[in-house]
């Protein structure tokens, strides 16, 4: 089960942490990705890390603003947002991957948080 908080609204330029704490789940042996969705639109991916952090990647439209990182002994992982822009409002949702490497591709995790609500004023 994942459980993900930290979302709210904020100004343009702004920052926010999302978490995601896991149970029931070997956590440290995945790798887990952090996805959102915004009204009207598909999910995509924005970033993801492997079991050990080891490797992270970033959807072209937030990198060197977004930075993912996780804990394993907390069975946390985090998704720290600063220069937050309008175009980043939307719900962002965990998920776990179905092995350690981190990928983009949604399809290659299987269990997914509730989401938390982002929303960036202009």
Do not use: H
């Not at 804990?71 to 947002?81: E, S």
């Not at 600063?82 to 409002?89: G, H, Q």
Request: proline share 2%; glycine share 12%.
């Amino acid at each position: 089960q994942l459980q993900a908080s930290g979302g709210g609204l904020v100004q343009t330029g702004g920052s926010l942490r999302l978490s995601c704490t896991a149970s029931g789940c070997t956590f440290s042996r995945y790798a887990m990705g952090w996805f959102r969705q915004a009204p009207g639109k598909e999910r995509e991916f924005v970033a993801c890390i492997s079991w050990n952090s080891g490797n992270t990647y970033y959807t072209d439209s937030v990198k060197g603003r977004f930075t993912i990182s996780r804990d394993n002994a907390k069975n946390t992982v985090y998704l720290q947002m600063n220069n937050l822009k309008p175009e980043d409002t939307a719900v962002y949702s965990c998920a776990s991957g179905r092995g350690p490497s981190a990928t983009m591709d949604r399809l290659r995790y299987d269990y997914w948080g509730q989401g938390t609500q982002v929303t960036v004023s202009s």
